[in-house]
């Protein structure tokens, strides 16, 4: 999800039309996007996993792949709690990952950042922050 985010901002060249389908457009500019809702609103609504190990977090994306991703379908928020539960090392692996909504600001750099540019109903994929490598799944977003 990173490693093109920035490569989608040199496109535009010239104007574009408000509702022009570009296909780089939903993943944003890698900042808090512009145009395309992501990354624009005020709170998030989230789960995720934390495991302080690479090892571990890529088991647990690796059952979200086996049951889900790979079909490309998404991944029911009850059956990300059940995996939440198994694998997290937060406190709030015991409540399945669910961090409630959060306000832009109070999560740290790449957590906030992930957090707020995934689409509602997508699971990101791993990443690293300061606490250690997480997974989130975007249940929803509001001003």
Avoid at 11 to 35: E, F, L, M, T, Y
Avoid at 104 to 114: L, S
Wanted: charged share 25%; net charge positive; proline share 6%.
């Amino acid at each position: 999800m990173g490693k093109d985010s920035k490569a989608a901002g040199g496109k535009g060249k010239g104007k574009q039309p408000a509702g022009g389908s570009d296909d780089a457009a939903p993943k944003g500019k890698g900042k808090a996007g512009k145009g395309d809702g992501l990354g624009t609103c005020t709170y998030v609504k989230a789960r995720h996993i934390l495991c302080e190990k690479q090892g571990k977090i890529n088991e647990a994306y690796k059952k979200l792949q086996d049951g889900w991703l790979s079909n490309g379908d998404k991944v029911p928020p009850a059956e990300f709690a059940k995996i939440a539960a198994e694998y997290s090392e937060c406190p709030s692996g015991k409540k399945g990952g669910d961090l409630g909504w959060f306000p832009r600001g109070k999560m740290a750099g790449p957590f906030q950042e992930v957090a707020f540019n995934t689409p509602v109903g997508v699971t990101s994929a791993p990443f690293k922050s300061t606490h250690g490598y997480h997974i989130i799944l975007s249940e929803g977003r509001k001003n």
